[in-house]
């Protein structure tokens, strides 16, 4: 009998990125009914048919996201970060250095990020100032059904952006600078850090509703690192896809049952 040639992980992990780029470009697609509710005048002012638009976007998400969770499932190997039920799915035998999924235990604490978010953002949003430029719709009264769609953007597109990529390039320089596996206080400053930069990302558009001041960045930034370092903590003990499904449970209460319930929302 002819033995089994075992897979290169770089196969495996090319495979992967292609199966995460596919994943974000969907997403991609999906979070425009949101946009078109939110933002409607600034798609107008774009000078393309909107399935032009939406397929562009796809497309570079699925190339440029695809290429970045590349990059971070190569660094990953050297961390013991990753998707490992992915892997297995694409023919990988896993990490057995991760906890063992529990979809749950991911669940929970997204919803839980998601309320404390909710609860922060009614007690500061009375010290906002004016709104400069008000949305056409506020996240409270967004579609539930469009909400939905733009959660997967959340729970897809973002972490590979912020945890697969970000996350683990953090860690994976404080490797290479010291030539050993990063301790425990390496990845607790990683998950806070690219939690914050998750909240910063958010500024330009928060500048656009109300300009910038010291509460609308506290807001900005406290309130989505908030969600940032739960899924930053799973990303790192249980893997990708529970940092991805935490994330987009997060979502769903800020974009599916806040509009339900008429309660505001970052």
Known sequence: MIPRVATPPWKI??????????????????LFPYLQQLMPE?????????????TAQALQAFVLLGALSLLGLRMGHRLGLGAPLLQRWCGGSGNATFQRPAPLQAILPGIAAGALVLLCAHWIDPWLPTMVNPPAA??????AFNGLLASFYG?????????LFLMTLMLWVVARVRRRMPGNAAFHVAIVLAAVL?????????AQIWGLDAIVVLRTV???????????????????????????????????????LKLGAP
């Open 13 to 30: 992990d090319l495979k992967m990125a292609g199966v995460l780029g596919l994943a974000a470009a969907l997403a991609t697609a999906g």
């Open 42 to 54: 600034k798609l107008e002012r774009i000078p393309l048919p909107l399935s032009v638009l939406v």
């Open 138 to 143: 506020t996240a409270a009264s967004v579609s």
């Open 155 to 163: 729970g897809i597109a973002e972490e590979l952006q912020l945890r």
């Open 198 to 206: 998750f909240g910063v990302g958010h500024l330009p558009a928060a």
């Open 222 to 260: 406290v309130l989505n690192a908030l969600v940032g370092c739960v899924c930053g903590w799973l990303y790192w003990r249980r893997g990708l896809e529970m940092a991805m499904l935490a994330h987009f449970s997060a979502d769903i209460v800020l974009h599916v049952l806040a509009p339900l």
